[in-house]
């Protein structure tokens, strides 16, 4: 499973519409927006991939000015029996 966090720049008058649409996509959780049209996002993909496809069709939403990644990362869980 990879897990991103990311910062997605919006144009003022779109802020909402870009919200709405983030929240349309299954593996995105919208967290917060600031006053500077920034919107945090989560996604959980299965992998680095759908996380970097998921990233692109971000960027091509109306209203989105930039995508930018501030944590990524993958993680292998492993059951272990005791």
Same mark, same amino acid.
């Given at each position: 499973m990879a897990i991103a966090s990311l910062i997605i720049q !919006?144009? %003022?008058d779109l802020l909402n519409k870009v919200v709405a649409d983030l929240s349309?996509? @299954?593996e995105i959780t919208v967290h917060s927006t600031t006053l500077k049209q920034e919107i945090i %996002?989560? %996604?959980e993909?299965? !992998?680095l991939n759908q996380v970097n496809s998921i990233a692109e069709q971000i960027q091509a939403l109306d209203?989105?000015?930039g995508v930018f @990644?501030?944590?990524i990362t993958t993680e292998?869980?492993?059951t272990s029996e005791s």
């Open positions: !919006s144009t %003022i349309q996509i @299954p %996002i989560l %996604i993909g299965a !992998s209203g989105v000015i @990644p501030t944590y292998d869980e492993e």
